[in-house]
């Protein structure tokens, strides 16, 4: 059973659109990151929410962390093809200093 | 930037073979890590070590050990592959201290035939 769950798995949309990524837990979290991946590369960190609330923007990107620190979305405004890619949420627990990954998002958006 | 190395990008193994991956990172990170990555089911942590000769088991160390002999360097051992154990091996670092940005690497496309 995964610990975090994202919706949807897949997404393909036209260049231009808007879309949002959904990650969810019945467990807290003491912060939570998102990360992308590229085909034949590792993730790399996009960012780090930490306060129940939070919403941070990273350019056309904003990133919102649920009240009761269990869920995080991410949304994007008009996509690029350079948008492409898998989206991976990570909680990290109060108990154990480890991250716990979701099974991710591959987005493609088409020119 | 932080540079996180795995020794190979693809490797084909035999049931039975004892297999090494090798990861280097070059920022004198205090934690690594070792996950698989399998598609639908994410990251699963198999190790994690927050110093040199320190080790902790992740969610799923069977068939799997480790060895830090060296701060940079964190190795994964599959004592004796299966086929099952055909992954996306991740190695990945973190400066510790409350920092938590992780650094990947490119990962290792393991197969066991």
């Known amino acids: 059973t995964q610990l975090l769950e994202q919706s949807p798995q897949f997404l393909s949309i036209q260049e231009g659109e808007n879309l949002t990524v959904y990650c969810n837990s019945s467990?807290?979290?003491?912060?939570l990151q998102w990360y992308r991946q590229e085909p034949g590369e590792g993730p790399v960190l996009l960012v780090t929410?930490?306060?129940?609330?939070e919403v941070k923007k990273l350019k056309r990107l904003t990133f919102q962390f649920g009240d009761a620190r269990k869920d995080s979305s991410l949304h994007i405004t008009a996509a690029q093809p350079g948008d492409t890619g898998l989206y991976l949420c990570?909680?990290?627990?109060?108990?154990?200093?480890?991250?716990?990954f979701g099974s991710g998002t591959k987005l493609n958006v088409k020119p | 930037d932080v540079k996180v190395t795995q020794s190979s990008r693809y490797l084909v193994k035999r049931t039975g073979e004892k297999v090494f991956l090798e990861c280097v990172q070059d920022?004198?990170?205090?934690?690594m890590f070792w996950y698989r990555q399998d598609p639908g089911l994410g990251l699963r942590l198999i190790y994690f070590s927050y110093d040199v000769k320190m080790k902790e088991k992740g969610d799923i160390p069977e068939g799997y050990s480790v060895s830090r002999e060296k701060k940079e360097r964190f190795s994964l051992i599959l004592e004796s592959a299966s086929t099952n154990q055909t992954s996306m091996y991740l190695c990945?670092?973190?400066?510790?201290?409350?920092?938590?940005?992780?650094?990947f690497g490119s990962g290792t496309q393991l197969s066991v035939l």
């Open positions: 920022m004198d990170h205090e934690n």
């Open positions: 990570a909680g990290k627990s109060y108990n154990f200093n480890k991250f716990y």
């Open positions: 467990s807290v979290f003491s912060s």
């Open positions: 929410v930490v306060t129940g609330g």
């Open positions: 990945a670092s973190s400066l510790g201290q409350s920092n938590e940005k992780l650094f």
